[in-house]
Nanobody
Framework: QVQLVQSGGGLVQSGGSLRLSCAAS????????MGWYRQAPGKQRELVAA???????NYADSVKGRFTISRDNAKNTVYLQMNSLKPEDTAVYYC?????????????WGQGTQVTVFS
């Protein structure tokens, strides 16, 4: 089993910054994918940003140029630096990790952390 522990988040004024962290621990084989999703009230969960084991990144159009995802493979940790935050970024943010074990993939989710941006 792999456990994910998220940290960061909170309340910030529009235009401010926050940094989220997600650390994976436990029986890790080879983390293939690390990403951040968010879910606002009444909306579906959506992908915010993702990074592969090779370092390739992908961002939702709504956060491009404002958010940066990064990972520390030695620490099995993924980060999300969020700058120029807007009220529409308000949501619960979840980290998502895919652990590859030979030919099988297992995905894990963090506990979620609230990000609230006020104008």
């Amino acid at each position: 089993q792999v456990q994910l522990v998220q940290s960061g988040g909170g309340l910030v004024q529009s235009g401010g910054s926050l940094r989220l962290s997600c650390a994976a621990s436990g029986r890790i084989f080879s983390i293939n994918f690390m990403g951040w999703y968010r879910q606002a009230p009444g909306k579906q969960r959506e992908l915010v940003a993702a990074v592969t084991s090779g370092g390739s990144t992908n961002y939702a159009d709504s956060v491009k140029g404002r958010f940066t995802i990064s990972r520390d493979n030695a620490k099995n940790t993924v980060y999300l630096q969020m700058n120029s935050l807007k009220p529409e970024d308000t949501a619960v943010y979840y980290c998502h990790v895919v652990d590859r074990r030979v030919a099988s993939f297992f995905d894990y989710w963090g506990q979620g952390t609230q990000v609230t941006v006020f104008s």
